[in-house]
């Protein structure tokens, strides 16, 4: 699509309008994948635990700490899986200009997905990233009503605890899942988003097919009705 309009694979976004800095992304292919974990061990320069490992207190604890240490903000409650969101925040997403893949999330942030088949405690998920923003979520789509049914639970525990973020056991779903869900993928792209980048504009609301948020500037004042008329003669 980007060679399509561009004649190549670059193009020019303006997050701040036209006047602001101009930032390059770069479509060629193939595009970067960023392991999650690995790519935080890396750049953060701390051997993490292990994925299996991440809902423990002890898991929480160091990355608590790693946290504080780094200077990464997390309002409470400070559970491994929103330490790690903002972690990824701060040292992946905020990086990322051309388009690039974030993949193998741990299970604790991905209730929906489905367990990495080679990698235990992570899942088969991919969120893509353009412009410090994400364009993509994809994942296969967890099919064992069982484990559905502890993620939602563990979820609900860090509801109750204060997360806002974190999802309500399910139940309609999960004895859906018990009929029987064939092996299945979930991919889900930002149109609208990708749209603005493409086009060079730094407000989504200028490109949504149906504004219906957009100031309605070019609109007559409401003309009154003859009720209102004899009301204020009335008055008068």
Not at 16 to 33: K, N, Q, S
Not at 38 to 43: D, G, H, K, S, W
Not at 60 to 80: N, Q
Request: glycine share 6%; proline share 8%.
């Amino acid at each position: 699509m980007v060679k399509q309009l561009t004649g190549g694979y670059k193009i020019t976004y303006h997050p701040e309008g036209p006047d602001g800095e101009a930032l390059e992304a770069d479509f060629t292919p193939p595009w970067p994948r960023l392991p999650m974990i690995a790519t935080l061990e890396e750049r953060m320069g701390a051997k993490f635990p292990s994925p299996t490992d991440l809902a423990t207190e002890k898991a929480r604890k160091f990355l608590d700490d790693l946290a504080v240490k780094h200077g990464v903000e997390c309002s409470a409650p400070r559970t491994s899986a929103r330490l790690l969101d903002k972690m990824v925040g701060d040292f992946i997403e905020e990086k990322i200009i051309s388009p690039s893949f974030i993949t193998e999330h741990p299970q604790i942030m991905s209730p929906l997905a489905k367990w990495h088949r080679s990698t235990a405690g992570l899942t088969e998920r991919f969120e893509c990233f353009l412009m410090r923003k994400e364009i993509v979520n994809a994942y296969t789509e967890l099919n064992d009503p069982v484990v559905q049914r502890e993620r939602f639970e563990q979820q609900a525990a860090d509801k109750a605890a204060g997360d806002d973020e974190a999802m309500f056991v399910d139940d309609n779903f999960c004895t859906s899942l018990e009929y029987g869900l064939p092996p299945t993928g979930g991919f889900g792209l930002g149109i609208d988003r990708l749209t603005m980048f493409l086009t060079d504009q730094n407000n989504i609301k200028e490109v949504l097919f149906f504004p219906a948020m957009r100031p309605e500037d070019n609109n007559p004042p409401p003309t009154s009705t003859s009720a209102d008329a004899a009301a204020a003669t009335a008055n008068s």
